[in-house]
């Protein structure tokens, strides 16, 4: 009997050992609701399109997943990332719940949290998920790149994707967590108390972190480099609402320490939120930005505005605006370099703010106050709260060879004493609307700035060195956008590196891994300067004359291990090849523009672009080979302002047989006709709900000679239109 007993025993503990050793094979459909180690392995499970399912569900307390490096990969019969659809892993609810070691790629979500505590993401790959395809070109921006992150109330984020989408999940940790050539890194909503630290979230086409109503949290130790997009070097710097972080609505008292934020559209950009501008009330307020890096960014390095923050010890060099803080007000910005900026602070109407032992070097504008005229009339803020440009306190700063140390207009009371200048261009520049200036010593200012200090308290094992590196890619030069995003240099390239130039002569960089590389075959172009050579190179070649511009250069690669742009890694000495791709259809086009009242006829609800049995006379016409518009406040003649208008352009071109796209962005409405007949039918404004211009394409196939015809409307405000044509 004792024996029997002794066996039973053996085998229980047995078949627990067993349990517990056991490793986990991933399905689609699974629910976790224990802890468990998954089966290292590839695992290829398409996700549905519907965002409220996901491959994986965790629900439950005190849970730890273990990956163990395993490979999730969906969206396995797409080939492009902005096809990528679905959700990977979703944690619902719950609290103490773990994921570690995952690796994600090719979802639109990679991981979807909702309504957990204590939420912990440890050492994660969640790499190459969904980006939208760029359609600005290094000529020309293209309107329907920009973002729009102003509401995310309803998860309005949602429709950009992201690797990591947090709502109502406080007490998250995230760390040793790695998110590269995607979209958005992190993204969260009524997230609080959180900790972000030790991660790489770099070279994406959106944003690095983006907050949403959450507050208190701490994001330190992070490299979020190069989240950027609408930027060609030299040609325009736009930026187009990327960001390395994004700060909005009611999202206070979150501390960010020694991150690099380097590259980004802007490196951090604050904005109150809609509560804000609608009653004046709250803000995005008592933020502490404390010895990071917002080098290099195409348009703000700093961008805070209708709040009150903390700028302290940070380096800002080579941006547009190193900080540009419009409506800000009892702001501090001491201990902070600003280098090689355009304007290193410009704030208007800014209220109560201090500017203190900061470095000002070769700037062509150090500091910009001012105010306006008028303010907008449809802002509740100006409405509920005193906004005029008033009380600074400008001292002990060292304003070092800046063309212009100081230019304040239509501003009051200002402190501005015990500064040093040297070898600057113009010291001052005012006007009769500033009041108050006084530049006599102020003691009790002094002393105050001399007892004031910062505290930095943020423990966390191992912090790794974020600007460990990065000066390696110093400078906005190093922003190469491509179709997918920004170019990360780790994958052969060759770069286009004088765009704009009309003398048919171009000039290319060759950049990459080291390993040699040769010219396979080219068209469009002759005269190649070096037909192969090692990396780096620079080369150059004469675009053969041709109205049309169909220009291809294949390359091949040979050396270092690559990934390439979608996340494929290809073995050291293995062939690759990489291309130069450029293509112009001229299309002959004439356009007319025509003005009138839509209170009178309205195209959108009729369907006809002019009245019938009416003549109009048009407000301006125009031959050209190409439509790219872009108009703020309509379009402007000798005759006035036309904020209401429709377009009509009719041309024709001839085709080398072939597989062609063509897109079209537009705003309020559009119509496309090839060779008569509608291809392209976006004539209702109500389906488009977000502040964005869309962009629709169709594939065609070509041959001889077509025509085509575009019918555009603008009911007011912002208008575009802009047709594109590649080849396939």
Request: hydrophobic share 35%; charged share 25%; net charge positive.
């Amino acid at each position: 009997m004792m024996t029997k007993k002794i066996i039973l025993l053996s085998l229980i503990i047995a078949s627990c050992f067993y349990s517990i050793g056991q490793e986990k094979t991933l399905t689609k459909g699974l629910k976790i609701s224990r802890s468990i180690k998954v089966k290292k392995q590839t695992y290829k499970l398409d996700a549905s399109i519907s965002m409220e399912e996901a491959v994986i569900v965790i629900e439950g307390n005190n849970i730890t997943v273990d990956f163990n490096n395993s490979i999730l990969k969906g969206s396995n019969t797409k080939k492009q990332p902005d096809e990528f659809f679905g959700v990977a892993i979703l944690i619902k609810g719950g609290k103490n719940i773990t994921i570690k070691n995952l690796k994600v790629k090719g979802y639109k979500v990679a991981l979807l949290a909702r309504g957990v505590s204590n939420l912990t993401i440890d050492n994660c790959d969640l790499s190459y998920n969904y980006r939208q395809h760029l359609n600005s070109t290094q000529e020309k921006e293209d309107i329907s790149d920009w973002l729009s992150h102003h509401q995310n109330e309803k998860d309005e984020w949602l429709r950009y994707g992201a690797a990591m989408y947090l709502r109502d999940c406080d007490s998250m940790t995230i760390k040793n967590t790695k998110v590269t050539g995607g979209q958005n890194a992190l993204m969260m909503t009524n997230c609080n108390y959180g900790k972000i630290y030790n991660n790489d979230f770099s070279f994406n086409s959106g944003l690095g972190i983006g907050m949403y109503r959450s507050s208190f949290n701490k994001i330190a130790y992070n490299k979020i480099n190069f989240n950027v997009r609408g930027y060609s070097h030299g040609v325009y710097n736009r930026g187009q609402d990327s960001a390395g972080i994004l700060i909005y609505e009611q999202s206070n008292s979150n501390y960010f320490y020694k991150n690099s934020v380097t590259h980004g559209g802007d490196g951090f950009f604050l904005w109150a939120g809609q509560t804000t501008m609608d009653n004046g009330k709250g803000g995005c307020n008592d933020n502490v930005l404390l010895k990071n890096d917002f080098s290099f960014a195409p348009t703000n390095g700093i961008e805070v505005t209708f709040s009150r923050n903390v700028i302290s010890g940070n380096r800002i060099f080579e941006c547009d605006h190193g900080i540009w803080g419009g409506y800000s007000y009892n702001t501090m910005i001491s201990g902070n370099q600003f280098r090689l900026n355009r304007i290193a602070i410009a704030i208007e109407h800014g209220q109560d703010n201090e500017i203190h032992h900061n470095i000002f070097f070769d700037n062509k504008e150090a500091i910009r106050l001012w105010g306006r005229k008028e303010q907008p009339a449809d802002w509740g803020y100006v409405k509920n709260r005193d906004t005029r440009s008033r009380n600074y306190i400008i001292t002990n700063n060292n304003f070092n060879s800046n063309s212009l140390a100081m230019s304040i207009s239509r501003t009051k009371t200002l402190n501005v004493f015990d500064n040093v200048y040297d070898d600057h261009g113009t010291l001052l520049k005012i006007d009769s609307t500033v009041r108050g200036l006084d530049t006599t010593f102020n003691d009790e200012i002094s002393q105050k700035y001399d007892m004031d200090t910062i505290a930095v308290k943020f423990d966390v094992p191992s912090p790794q060195n974020p600007f460990k590196g990065e000066g390696i890619l110093a400078g906005r030069k190093n922003i190469m956008i491509t179709e997918w995003g920004p170019y990360d240099f780790r994958s052969p390239i060759m770069w286009n590196t004088n765009p704009t130039d009309t003398t048919g002569v171009m000039k290319f960089d060759l950049i990459g891994p080291k390993g040699k590389w040769r010219i396979k075959r080219s068209k469009g172009v002759k005269d190649i300067s070096l037909m192969s050579g090692t990396f780096p190179a620079t080369i150059t070649a004469v675009k053969t004359a041709n109205n049309r511009t169909d220009i291809l250069i294949e390359l091949e690669y040979i050396g270092a291990v690559i990934t390439t742009t979608f996340g494929e890694t290809i073995a050291a000495g293995k062939p690759s090849d990489f291309s130069f791709r450029k293509f112009f259809q001229p299309i002959d086009f004439d356009v007319v523009w025509y003005s009138y009242d839509f209170k009178m006829h309205d195209p959108i609800k009729t369907g006809q672009l002019i009245p019938p049995n009416v003549r109009l006379r048009p407000i301006k016409t125009e031959r050209t080979t190409k439509l790219e518009y872009a108009w703020w406040g309509g379009i402007k003649t000798a005759e006035g302002d036309h904020p209401q208008f429709v377009t009509s352009a009719s041309g024709a071109s001839t085709f080398e047989k072939g597989d062609y796209e063509l897109g079209v962005t537009w705003d309020d409405a559009v119509r496309v006709y090839v060779d008569g007949k509608l291809m392209i039918d976006e004539w209702n404004p109500a389906l488009y709900k977000f502040d964005e211009s869309p962009h629709k394409t169709i594939k065609l196939s070509l041959e001889g000679k077509h025509s085509f015809t575009v019918e555009h409307v603008e009911l007011a405000g912002f208008a575009t239109l802009s047709l594109k044509i590649r080849k396939l």
